[in-house]
């Protein structure tokens, strides 16, 4: 897997073929949509609540080309979510602006940070946080982000980043999409009822206190406790696991990805080139 963005022992890769990284998706979903402008096009335009899982698989194949594809397929993939969001457009807001790209790439990053240091029992160094900062600048510069207007370095992506969670205002599109996400419709119906409740549990665990807060969600020293216990648990478990196990979604969603854009080029009324 070294025809594409990046080799395989870059961190980016390291941290992200981890599976259980999908568990934290929530809270970087629901970090991005505190900023208003980003809650707002996803009130308007997205098939979050109609259809949880095919906005799963489209996350996650979009993400997984980006980390793992060959280049032509991050950069393909990448076109057609930027050719997507020309049209998340309303008052206030167009998805292709990079103040949101920005924010985007930054909760995707440093939710995966703070998780996998959790999961693995394992602190990264200033040197590999800003390795793997530099490198998850692709979420927003594949998507036509100017670099520039990332934070530089790690240290100054702290800075923007506490300052975002400071200042960021909710708005009752944000807390509408919390209750998409947080308690979506999904085949199975109760049969989902624990493992759901475990995901809201980490989403609530992982989210920032002020954003936290504002989502209105209760949070004291027993559920503190509960979730402490429940990162525990999995950071016993999972990290033994077979290394060919924790990649199985990565395999999965990249099969899924390969196999959408083959039907795309196979159409002959479309041509997808490379960006």
Not at 21 to 27: E, K, Q, S
Not at 121 to 144: N, S, V
Not at 153 to 162: C, I, K, L, S
Not at 241 to 265: I, N, Q, S
Request: hydrophobic share 40%; proline share 6%.
């Amino acid at each position: 897997m070294t025809e594409g963005l990046f080799e395989d022992d870059d961190l980016i890769r390291v941290i992200s073929r981890e599976g259980a990284l999908i568990a934290a998706g929530g809270a970087a979903s629901l970090l991005q949509t505190a900023h208003p402008k980003v809650a707002q096009g996803v009130y308007d335009h997205s098939y979050t609540a109609d259809d949880p899982l095919r906005r799963l698989r489209n996350t996650m194949g979009w993400l997984y080309a980006v980390q793992f594809g060959t280049r032509e397929e991050a950069e393909v993939f990448s076109a057609l979510v930027r050719k997507g969001h020309e049209s998340v457009t309303g008052p206030g807001y167009e998805a292709n602006d990079p103040e949101l790209q920005v924010w985007v790439a930054s909760t995707l990053f440093a939710v995966a940070s703070q998780f996998y240091q959790a999961l693995f029992r394992r602190t990264l160094d200033d040197a590999e946080l800003e390795e793997f900062y530099q490198q998850a600048k692709i979420y927003a510069t594949i998507l036509g982000c100017p670099e520039e207007r990332m934070p530089e370095t790690y240290p100054q992506f702290r800075e923007y980043y506490a300052d975002m969670i400071q200042n960021l205002k909710i708005t009752d599109a944000s807390r509408a999409i919390a209750e998409q996400v947080m308690h979506p419709r999904l085949p199975g119906g109760p049969v989902n009822a624990p493992g759901l409740m475990a995901i809201r549990l980490i989403t609530a665990g992982l989210m920032p206190a002020p954003i936290r807060e504002q989502y209105g969600w209760k949070w004291d020293a027993r559920r503190e406790r509960r979730f402490r216990m429940l990162v525990g648990a999995l950071a016993v478990v999972y990290p033994r696991l077979p290394l060919r196990v924790r990649t199985l979604p990565r395999e999965y969603y990249l099969f899924t990805t390969r196999r959408m854009l083959a039907k795309m080029k196979r159409r002959p009324s479309i041509t997808v080139t490379s960006a």
